[in-house]
């Protein structure tokens, strides 16, 4: 049986704002917004070529302060572009840095251990890394 992460919830102070901040500058695909009631709205984003999504909202999804949750991780093949696209989109991104060491037997020095962070605008913490094996396989 596999089981399978398919959403994490993201708690944002301002929905409005967040999903600017993960569509329009991340370039998240807007799965859907949804509006139940005035104090009722879902939205739900997917990164690219990603089996996981995030959701943002209020009333329906769990009460966490916002900018609270940290360690979020999107895996990439190529880490330096990655880098260039997170600031030619105005995202506010470390430089790339190496933690760890690499593995032997990786197409790339960075692969598995190249990584850059940001954070959305309530705080919310993002990592992102470069593994290619794993793109490989995705994209196949």
Known sequence: MHWTLEVVIVPVSDIDRAKEFYAGQLGFV??????VGEDIRIVQ?????????????KGAVPEMPPGSLKGLQLVVPD???????L???GVEVTDVQVLGQNPAG??????????VFFSDP???????????SRAEKSSS
């Open 45 to 57: 984003l997917t990164p690219p070529g990603s089996g996981c999504s995030i959701v943002i909202g």
């Open 87 to 89: 600031v030619a989109r």
């Open 106 to 115: 990786t197409p790339h020095p960075l692969d598995n251990v190249g990584f």
């Open 30 to 35: 807007v799965d859907h917004d949804t509006v």
């Open 122 to 132: 309530d705080g919310n913490g993002w990592a992102v890394q470069q593994i290619s």
């Open 79 to 85: 880490i330096e572009q990655a880098h260039a696209e």
